[in-house]
Structure formats: C-alpha cells, structure tokens
C-alpha cells in the first residue's frame, strides 16, 4: 500500500539488516510524503534508527535516495556540504555524518536513553556546518559551527517529540562535540 510510514520503516530496516531498496520501491516512495503522520510515529522510526540500526548509513542513503530527505532539510543541507580534505578526506558533510553513525552504531553502551541521546547528537553534529562553512586562505572553514548547530537541532527534534530531556541533551552535545579534542590539545 502506499502508507507513507512504510519509507520510514524502510529507513530503518535498511540499516538493521543491511537492505538496499528495488527501483521499483524508491519510486513508490518519492510519491509519497510524511503529510498527516503523527509526530511520534515519526520518531519512533527514527528511535528504532538509532537504536538498533547495525548499518546506519544504509538507513540514511534510504532517505536520501527516496526523495525523503527533502522532508528533512537538516539532514538535506549536509549533502554537498564540503569540508576540508585535510581534516576530512571522506567527503562533504553528510558522508562524514554517514560515517560517524556507523561509528556510533559499532560502539553503543546498551543502555537505551544514552545511545538515544548520543546517536541523535551524533546525528545532528554538524548541523551547523552548512550555515557556517566558507573558503577562507584557501581551507574550508566552519568556524562556531557546533553552536550555530543548536537551533537546527532542536527544530529537526521538536518536528518528532516533545522529550524535555532530548530537547535539552542533545543540543546541549552538538554546541560542545569538539569540546573533548580541544581539551586534549
């Protein structure tokens, strides 16, 4: 049927078992939007993401090459987004993200309201990013990328959940994410 809920269960089927979507299926579902879906059914496939997705990155390239990335636009602007190669030889913005929620998937603690609030903060990291980046002396830069990160955030969760402590926590690990290396140097 052409339930719009089924591309997010697709999202996050596709990163607990490592699915890739038939052409036939992605077609489907760039005819179909979120319009009229409960905010907390939303979420909940996006809990589930984050949660028990093995292979997240797959979840995410099922949003993106659906079309529904567009009903994200967070997550849309960090495609194309450049970094510096320097720093980041992977890519723009969304491959870096990509990369960082495998990462997060491979090293969750099992304790649920933890890995939910880091997996989203992991996911929303860079948010910043594509309101700050500019070419300066010839590096890319995204200079207060982590606080001008925080907004973004709380819009991309206050369209899903009304969680007080997911509205304060993860914003609150997107403005100080790079706070740990910057101690450490």
């Given at each position: 049927?052409?339930?719009?809920l089924?591309?997010?269960?697709g999202m996050?089927?596709?990163?607990r ?5 038939a052409?036939?299926t992605?077609?489907l ?7 009229g ?9 996006w809990r589930?993401?984050i949660?028990?997705g093995?292979?997240?990155s797959?979840g995410?390239?099922f949003l ?5 990335v567009?009903?994200t ?5 960090l ?16 491959t ?5 929620m495998?990462?997060?998937a491979?090293?969750r603690?099992g ?7 880091v ?8 948010f910043g ?29 206050e369209?899903?959940?009304?969680e ?9 690990l997107?403005a100080?994410?790079l ?5 450490y140097?």
């Open positions: 049927g052409e339930d719009p089924r591309v997010l269960r996050q089927l596709a990163a078992f490592a699915l890739r979507a052409p036939e992605l077609a579902c760039r005819r179909l939007d979120p319009g879906l409960a905010p907390e059914r939303i979420f909940e496939e589930k993401l949660l028990l093995e292979r997240i797959m995410l390239e993106r090459e659906s079309g529904w567009r009903f636009p967070e997550l849309s602007a495609i194309g987004c450049p970094q510096d190669p320097t720093w980041h030889p992977e890519g723009d913005v969304w870096h993200t990509l990369h960082c495998d990462a997060f491979a090293r603690v304790d649920e309201r933890e890995d939910l609030i997996g989203l903060a992991v996911l929303c990291h860079d990013k594509p309101l700050t980046t500019r070419e300066q002396d010839g590096r890319v830069r995204s200079l207060r990328h982590e606080s001008d990160g925080i907004e973004p955030t709380r819009r991309f969760l369209r899903m959940t009304r007080t402590e997911l509205l304060v926590w993860v914003p609150r997107v100080t994410h706070a740990p290396s910057q101690l140097d």
